[in-house]
C-alpha cells in the first residue's frame, strides 16, 4: 500500500468524555458500513440517536469493573489496536483468538488539567487520570500503520469525510499519530507536574525531627549559598525568579538576570505555556545560539543542549521552509524538543509545530495569527526575544573556582570560506559551497566531537558527544540514512550519499574520513592541524571527494 492509497474504515472503537460532536461522526461511520464498538456512557450517547452500537463489555466478556477504571483493559481491545495487518503472522493470531481488528479509534481524555483547574479535591483529580484511554490512543497511534486514531472533536469533519472516501490514506494516519503522540505527552506532563506538586516538603532529618550535636550548633538560619537566601534577598542579587527544581527534581534552582540592558533568554518575554524550568533554560540558549549564528534565516530544533535539527530558509522563502527542514533532520528526537529562530514565526510555521510535541518556542517576533494559534497549545512556552544577540564570554564553575572565556561566535579567520585551503579534489561549486559554509557555521553549535552532514541548506545527519571522531561519523552517517522519510515498505533514503560534511575539528587519523567517504560524502570542511593530515587528504583525493581546511576550530564541551 503507498502512502496515498486509502485503507478502508470497517470497525471502530469510540470512547471519549467529551461527547461534543461525536453522534454526528458515529451516523455517517455507520451510514459507511463501519461496525461501532463503544464505552457505557459513549455508547448510551450514540445509541440514544438511533445508531447500532456494540458495547465492550460484549466484547471482552467482561463488565466495565472497579468504578469504571477498567473498561477496556483487556487483550481483545489492544489485540484489535496492535495487530499490524500487513503482517500475516498477526492476522493468523488474531484469527486463532477470536479477535477483530479496529481501524478506527476516536478517543478523548478524562478532563484531568480542567479538574485540577477547577480546585477539585485530591481523590477527584487522582480519579480523573485516565489510563484506559491513554493506552488505546498509544496503541493506535504506534500502529498507525493499521489504524487511524482521532483524538480531537475538530478532526471529526474530517474523519467522517474519509469514511465517504474509503478510509485513511497511510500519510494521514501518520499525521493523527503525531497528533495523538502530542496529545498524551501533554496529558502525561500535566499529570506530573500536578504529582510533584503535591510531594511534601522534608523537614528535619527524622520523622521525629531530632538532629545531631553538630546540626544544633549550626545556626540554622543562616544562608550557606545563594539557594538558601529568602526570595526578597535573592532578588537584591538580581535572582529574578525560583525555578520549580533543577537539572533534577532534588535540585534547588534560581535564575537571575545579569544585565537587563541585555536580557537574552534570561529576561525574555513569555508569552504563553508553563513556567519555564532549569533544563528549558539550558535547552533555550542552545537553541538561540545555533538559530542566530546563521545570517540566513534559520530554525534550529535542540534537544539535550545538542541540535537534533538545523536548517535555512532560501531567499524569499518563508521560515517555515527552515523549520519543516529542521524538524526533518531528525524527527524522532525533535519530539519534545526546543524551537528557536532567528525570524518571526509566521502562520505556516506555526501550523507546522502545532501537531508537534514542543517544550519551548522562541523568535524574536509571531505573526498574531501565528501566536494565537500557538497559544491553544496551553503546555508550550512561547518566548519573545528583544535586541541583537551578543554574548561577549562565558563562565563555567569548577569545585573551588570559576573558568572564564570569550564566547566562541562563527567570526574568525577562518570560518569566512573565502580564506579557506583547497586541500583536496577540485574547488567547491558555487552550490556546494554554500552547503560546506552552512555544515561549518551549524557544527559549531554540536557538541563534539561533532560531525555534520548537510545538503541543500538543511542537516541530515549529526554525530555528537562522542569521546571519539569515528564514532562522531558513524553516528551522523547512520542518522542520516536511517531518520529520512521513507514511504510505507520503503527503506529509509541514504541521505549521506551526495551530502557535505563539516567537523569541529581535525580528523587525528583517516579512519573517520573515510566513513563519511565511504557512504558518499562529496565535499568536506575542517580545521586541519593534525600530524596525519597528508592521510586525510589523500583518502578524498582517492575518493575523488572536495575537502577544504579552515585553520579554525569550533570544539565545544
Same mark, same amino acid.
Given at each position: 500500500m503507498?502512502t496515498t492509497?486509502?485503507?478502508?474504515? $470497517?470497525?471502530?472503537?469510540?470512547s471519549?468524555f467529551?461527547?461534543t460532536g461525536?453522534?454526528?461522526?458515529?451516523?455517517?461511520?455507520?451510514?459507511n458500513?463501519?461496525?461501532?464498538?463503544?464505552t457505557g456512557?459513549t455508547?448510551?450517547?450514540i445509541?440514544?440517536a438511533?445508531i447500532?452500537?456494540?458495547?465492550?463489555?460484549s466484547?471482552?466478556?467482561?463488565?466495565?469493573?472497579? *468504578?469504571g477504571r477498567?473498561?477496556?483493559?483487556?487483550?481483545?481491545?489492544?489485540?484489535?489496536?496492535l495487530?499490524?495487518?500487513?503482517?500475516?503472522?498477526?492476522r493468523?493470531?488474531?484469527?486463532?483468538?477470536?479477535i477483530?481488528?479496529?481501524?478506527?479509534?476516536?478517543?478523548?481524555?478524562?478532563?484531568?488539567s480542567e479538574t485540577v483547574?477547577?480546585?477539585?479535591s485530591f481523590?477527584?483529580?487522582i480519579?480523573?487520570i485516565?489510563?484506559?484511554?491513554?493506552?488505546m490512543?498509544?496503541?493506535?497511534?504506534?500502529?498507525?500503520?493499521?489504524?487511524?486514531?482521532?483524538?480531537d472533536?475538530?478532526?471529526?469533519?474530517t474523519?467522517a469525510e474519509?469514511?465517504?472516501a474509503?478510509?485513511?490514506?497511510?500519510?494521514?494516519?501518520?499525521?493523527l499519530?503525531?497528533i495523538?503522540?502530542?496529545r498524551?505527552? %501533554?496529558y502525561?506532563?500535566?499529570?506530573s507536574?500536578?504529582?510533584?506538586?503535591?510531594?511534601? %516538603?522534608? %523537614?528535619g532529618? *527524622?520523622?521525629t525531627?531530632?538532629?545531631?550535636q553538630?546540626d544544633?550548633?549550626?545556626?540554622a538560619?543562616?544562608? /550557606?549559598?545563594?539557594?538558601?537566601l529568602?526570595?526578597?534577598?535573592?532578588?537584591?542579587?538580581? +535572582?529574578?525568579?525560583?525555578?520549580?527544581y533543577?537539572e533534577?527534581?532534588?535540585q $534547588?534552582?534560581?535564575?537571575?538576570?545579569?544585565?537587563?540592558?541585555v536580557?537574552g533568554i534570561?529576561?525574555a518575554?513569555?508569552?504563553?505555556?508553563?513556567?519555564m524550568?532549569?533544563?528549558?533554560?539550558v535547552d533555550?540558549?542552545a537553541?538561540?545560539r545555533a538559530a +542566530?549564528?546563521?545570517e540566513?534565516?534559520?530554525?534550529a530544533?535542540?534537544?539535550h543542549?545538542?541540535?537534533?535539527g538545523?536548517?535555512?530558509a532560501g531567499?524569499?522563502e518563508?521560515?517555515?521552509?527552515?523549520?519543516?527542514?529542521?524538524?526533518?533532520? *531528525?524527527?524522532?528526537s525533535?519530539y519534545?524538543?526546543?524551537?528557536?529562530?532567528?525570524?518571526?514565526?509566521t502562520?505556516?510555521?506555526?501550523?507546522q509545530?502545532?501537531?508537534?510535541?514542543?517544550e519551548?518556542?522562541?523568535?524574536p517576533?509571531?505573526e498574531?495569527e501565528?501566536?494565537?494559534?500557538?497559544?491553544t497549545?496551553?503546555n508550550?512556552?512561547i518566548?519573545?526575544?528583544?535586541?541583537?544577540?551578543?554574548r561577549?564570554?562565558?563562565?563555567?564553575?569548577?569545585?573551588?573556582?570559576?573558568?572564564?572565556?570569550?564566547?566562541d561566535?562563527?567570526d574568525?579567520?577562518?570560518?569566512?570560506p573565502?580564506?579557506?585551503?583547497?586541500?583536496a579534489g577540485?574547488a567547491?561549486d558555487?552550490?556546494?559551497?554554500?552547503?560546506?559554509?552552512?555544515?561549518? #557555521?551549524s557544527v559549531?553549535?554540536?557538541?563534539s566531537?561533532a560531525?555534520?552532514l548537510a545538503?541543500?541548506?538543511a542537516a541530515?545527519?549529526?554525530?555528537?558527544?562522542q569521546v571519539?571522531r569515528?564514532?562522531?561519523? $558513524?553516528?551522523a552517517?547512520?542518522?542520516?540514512?536511517?531518520l529520512? %522519510?521513507?514511504?510505507?515498505?520503503?527503506a529509509?533514503p541514504?541521505?549521506a /550519499?551526495?551530502?557535505?560534511?563539516?567537523?569541529d575539528a581535525?580528523f587525528p +587519523?583517516?579512519?573517520?574520513?573515510?566513513?563519511l567517504?565511504?557512504?558518499?560524502?562529496?565535499a568536506i570542511?575542517?580545521?586541519?592541524g593534525?600530524? #596525519?593530515?597528508e592521510?586525510?587528504?589523500e583518502?578524498? $583525493?582517492a575518493?575523488?571527494?572536495?575537502?577544504?581546511l579552515?585553520?579554525?576550530?569550533h570544539?565545544?564541551?
Amino acid at each position: 500500500m503507498t502512502t496515498t492509497q486509502r485503507r478502508p474504515i $470497517r470497525r471502530a472503537l469510540i470512547s471519549v468524555f467529551d461527547k461534543t460532536g461525536i453522534v454526528d461522526l458515529a451516523r455517517t461511520l455507520s451510514e459507511n458500513g463501519v461496525e461501532i464498538v463503544s464505552t457505557g456512557s459513549t455508547g448510551s450517547t450514540i445509541r440514544d440517536a438511533g445508531i447500532d452500537v456494540t458495547d465492550v463489555a460484549s466484547v471482552t466478556g467482561f463488565p466495565e469493573m472497579l *468504578d469504571g477504571r477498567v473498561k477496556t483493559l483487556h487483550p481483545r481491545v489492544h489485540g484489535g489496536l496492535l495487530a499490524d495487518q500487513r503482517l500475516d503472522s498477526h492476522r493468523a493470531q488474531l484469527a486463532e483468538h477470536g479477535i477483530e481488528p479496529f481501524d478506527l479509534v476516536v478517543v478523548n481524555l478524562y478532563p484531568f488539567s480542567e479538574t485540577v483547574g477547577a480546585g477539585g479535591s485530591f481523590d477527584e483529580i487522582i480519579e480523573k487520570i485516565d489510563i484506559g484511554g491513554p493506552s488505546m490512543v498509544r496503541g493506535a497511534a504506534k500502529n498507525f500503520a493499521s489504524v487511524a486514531v482521532v483524538v480531537d472533536p475538530e478532526v471529526y469533519p474530517t474523519a467522517a469525510e474519509a469514511a465517504e472516501a474509503g478510509g485513511f490514506t497511510l500519510a494521514e494516519r501518520q499525521e493523527l499519530a503525531t497528533i495523538a503522540f502530542t496529545r498524551t505527552a %501533554e496529558y502525561d506532563d500535566a499529570i506530573s507536574d500536578w504529582m510533584l506538586d503535591q510531594l511534601p %516538603e522534608v %523537614e528535619g532529618d *527524622d520523622e521525629t525531627g531530632d538532629s545531631s550535636q553538630e546540626d544544633d550548633a549550626l545556626d540554622a538560619d543562616a544562608p /550557606r549559598s545563594i539557594l538558601d537566601l529568602s526570595d526578597e534577598d535573592a532578588a537584591q542579587l538580581g +535572582f529574578t525568579a525560583t525555578l520549580r527544581y533543577g537539572e533534577n527534581p532534588h535540585q $534547588r534552582a534560581r535564575l537571575a538576570v545579569t544585565d537587563p540592558e541585555v536580557p537574552g533568554i534570561a529576561g525574555a518575554e513569555q508569552l504563553g505555556g508553563k513556567a519555564m524550568s532549569y533544563n528549558n533554560y539550558v535547552d533555550a540558549d542552545a537553541a538561540v545560539r545555533a538559530a +542566530f549564528d546563521h545570517e540566513r534565516p534559520c530554525v534550529a530544533v535542540v534537544k539535550h543542549n545538542n541540535p537534533c535539527g538545523i536548517a535555512v530558509a532560501g531567499e524569499g522563502e518563508d521560515i517555515a521552509v527552515a523549520h519543516l527542514r529542521a524538524h526533518g533532520t *531528525d524527527p524522532l528526537s525533535a519530539y519534545g524538543g526546543v524551537i528557536a529562530t532567528n525570524r518571526p514565526v509566521t502562520l505556516a510555521m506555526a501550523q507546522q509545530v502545532k501537531p508537534i510535541f514542543t517544550e519551548v518556542i522562541l523568535a524574536p517576533a509571531y505573526e498574531d495569527e501565528a501566536l494565537e494559534l500557538l497559544r491553544t497549545k496551553k503546555n508550550l512556552r512561547i518566548l519573545r526575544l528583544e535586541g541583537e544577540y551578543s554574548r561577549e564570554v562565558e563562565m563555567r564553575e569548577i569545585w573551588g573556582g570559576m573558568l572564564v572565556q570569550d564566547s566562541d561566535a562563527v567570526d574568525a579567520e577562518g570560518d569566512d570560506p573565502a580564506n579557506w585551503t583547497l586541500a583536496a579534489g577540485d574547488a567547491a561549486d558555487e552550490a556546494t559551497l554554500a552547503d560546506l559554509a552552512f555544515a561549518w #557555521r551549524s557544527v559549531r553549535a554540536v557538541k563534539s566531537n561533532a560531525i555534520l552532514l548537510a545538503g541543500d541548506g538543511a542537516a541530515v545527519g549529526i554525530g555528537m558527544g562522542q569521546v571519539n571522531r569515528l564514532d562522531s561519523c $558513524r553516528l551522523a552517517v547512520s542518522r542520516a540514512n536511517s531518520l529520512g %522519510e521513507h514511504a510505507e515498505g520503503e527503506a529509509a533514503p541514504e541521505r549521506a /550519499r551526495g551530502a557535505v560534511a563539516a567537523s569541529d575539528a581535525f580528523f587525528p +587519523f583517516a579512519d573517520g574520513a573515510q566513513i563519511l567517504l565511504d557512504a558518499g560524502v562529496r565535499a568536506i570542511v575542517q580545521p586541519g592541524g593534525s600530524i #596525519r593530515d597528508e592521510e586525510v587528504i589523500e583518502a578524498c $583525493r582517492a575518493a575523488g571527494a572536495t575537502l577544504y581546511l579552515t585553520g579554525t576550530r569550533h570544539f565545544a564541551h
